[in-house]
């Protein structure tokens, strides 16, 4: 995917139709997506700092027990360190997207890889299998 905001509708178009297809809970594919769309402008806003003209990875693996949707980016790395959770009783413009991947997904994780790029997976255990 090319690191351009209006790239992230097709992106996700594309993660949401295949997790249909493979039979994945419509409310699942909807917090797939609104997580996938949060992750996917961090990492042009933040990672990437708006610039265009860089790529974005992105794969879907689909299993009996999980989905995982990995975003493979070249940016600058997300410091958890610097990661302060919203404050949900005074809300401010922005600043939930990574509460809301948190949230909507049952595992998220990051992981620097030694190209020095960065991965992030999003993972939805299929719970409509168990």
Known sequence: MP????????????AGGEA??????EAAVADLEVA???????????????????EVELTLAIDAERLTLGIRDDGLPFDP???????LEEPAEGG???????ELMDEVRRRPLEDGSTLVE???YRKEQR
């Open 36 to 54: 996938m769309t949060e992750a996917l402008s961090n990492v042009v806003r933040h990672s990437y700092e708006g610039r265009s003209g860089e």
């Open 3 to 14: 690191t351009d905001l209006t790239a992230i509708d097709a992106a996700r178009r594309w």
């Open 122 to 124: 999003l993972v939805h």
């Open 81 to 87: 360190g610097e990661y302060r959770p919203p404050d």
């Open 96 to 102: 939930l997207g990574i509460f809301l991947i948190e």
């Open 20 to 25: 249909r297809g493979a039979g994945i809970a």
